[in-house]
């Protein structure tokens, strides 16, 4: 039950934390992994749920003990992982227990809205905020279904405030990554809420839509004995958590709205060329998507 | 490299052929994994393909020998796995050489045109065509990628001729399990060519239309990051053998387009419902995308 063996993290000196403790709110599918992540790595961790029995939970074998007004001013870090206005909302009610010196990151989908409202509850504190989405989660939620191995080798996407300077900016980076690094993140990168609304809404936004609307034929009720790994795949995250992603989808409703004008205007070519039977150019377009996920798969040189 | 160990299946007085010998036409990604199974199984594989060096490298460890005009009168079994006009072709050319009593089967991805054709050649020849899809693969292609596991547990899917009678029918398709059962499938479907067509467009074919698309957003290049199992998942079949898959969509079109106006119409419901930022509708259009993912998830009524 110590932070024995986590790493003892750089707070300023005016810190009233103790260093590698964690708050973690909301134990849901992310929250309640990265509380058994930290917990493994031998991390101090502490967490808010709404609901009572979840909490108890958690605290039989993967909590310290809960996240209450007074142990909040003693943790390093505090991860936000429930849905957007919730995690605002309850770092608005909370921003002034937060300790000097301490880390807040969020873990929502979107980071426009998030970001934004976030630094504002930050602007003229001693604790600094830092826009965070793990791209890791699977089709299921709920604490139930939360893992210790959920962020192995996921990427973690971070989003500083763009009026940190140089130097505190990369200092911050590097104790906040130290503090992730334990969680298991395969890689880590460093965008604005603008840059990362626009992939997302293609890489994990868009899939979902497109998931969702695929099993809407009726034969998709008669895929037994009909399908194999392609249908599987395209189907997996159609089964969704409708509340969670309308907020999400709203919150970046410009970017995902592009992204399905243009899958919806790749379809029809296909299906324009198919009405005509035009062989050629049915092949022409197959071709320029097997070439682009060619491309996409190579190494991406900002990699470098 | 004898049949013993296979079974000897039941074939007429007039058989000419080996029990157990099967002939393979292509070895490519299901021809090669279909001679590897049989192989591993104990049965006598002869195989043709377009190009020797393939067929000379399978015969070091996979083949027995050459699938000449000399051999396939001998075989018990004939399975076409090339593209379908080809196969049709071929087995066109190759009619007379069948063995009484013998089955020939195919491996296409459409079954109208296929079986059409295929149960006119056979008409009023002492052997019978049988239509099927092994419903595996991987997005590779080529003898190189084939493995004798592929259709470990699988669907095949089976289209007898309706000419047959009841009782020829039941004797044909237990005696061509019995041979196709050693290679692996999990379950055998027994429908019409209409019926296969009319799902396989969904299941399969409207999967790599869609995968395919997907990665056409100028986003895609940049995933890396970004991504995590829904990108991957949703363009795993992006890249596809494009000749093959133009020819399979264009002989199955009418279904294909079917399903491609009914995943567009669906997808711009999600699109509109965003831009009037209708949180509502959005929400009720996925919530009924989960009820029909779980539903057909569940085990079909049929397969009591």
């Known amino acids: 039950m110590s932070a024995a063996g986590a790493p003892a993290g750089r707070t300023p000196e005016t810190a009233t934390c103790i ?9 849901g599918l992310i929250g309640g992994s990265f509380a058994r992540a930290w917990h493994e790595a031998g991390f101090e961790v502490f967490a808010w ?16 003990g809960e996240l209450t007004d007074d142990v909040l001013p003693t943790c390093e870090l505090v991860v936000l992982t429930t849905y957007p206005e919730h995690s605002v909302q309850w770092l608005r ?22 970001c934004d409202q976030c630094w504002e509850i930050a602007a003229g504190r001693p604790w600094t905020f830092v826009g965070a989405h793990p791209m890791a989660g699977t089709q299921h939620s709920g604490y139930a279904r939360s893992r210790a191995d959920m962020f192995q080798g996921a990427p973690m996407v971070l989003c500083p405030s763009p009026d940190l300077k140089d130097l505190d900016r990369l200092e ?22 603008e840059e990362h609304d626009r992939l997302i809404a293609h890489t994990s936004q ?26 599987r795949d395209l189907t997996r995250v159609a089964d969704l958590n409708a509340p969670m992603w309308t907020e999400l989808f709203l919150e970046n409703r410009d970017n995902l709205v592009a992204e ?10 296909y299906r324009d060329a ?11 377009l197959l071709q320029e998507g097997t070439d682009l996920k060619r491309r996409a798969d190579l190494p991406h040189p900002k990699e470098a």
Do not use: M
């Not at 198919?274 to 022409?284: F, G, P, Y």
């Open 19 to 27: 260093p590698g403790r964690i708050g973690v709110v909301g134990l």
């Open 49 to 64: 749920n709404r609901t009572r029995d979840i909490l108890d939970l958690a605290r039989i074998d993967v909590v310290d």
């Open 93 to 114: 009610d909370r921003a002034h227990l937060v300790s000097p010196g301490a880390l807040v990151i969020d873990a929502c989908g979107v980071k426009r809205t998030v």
């Open 172 to 193: 911050l980076l590097s104790r906040l990554v130290g503090l992730l690094r334990p969680v298991g993140f395969g890689r880590f990168s460093v965008t604005t809420p």
């Open 206 to 231: 868009l899939a979902h839509v497109v998931s969702n609307a695929y099993v809407k034929s009726p034969a998709a009720q008669e895929h037994r004995g009909y399908s194999a790994g392609s249908w």
């Open 260 to 269: 399905l004008e243009l899958v919806i205007g790749h379809l029809s070519e």
């Open 274 to 284: 198919l009405q005509d039977a035009d062989a050629e150019r049915l092949e022409r």
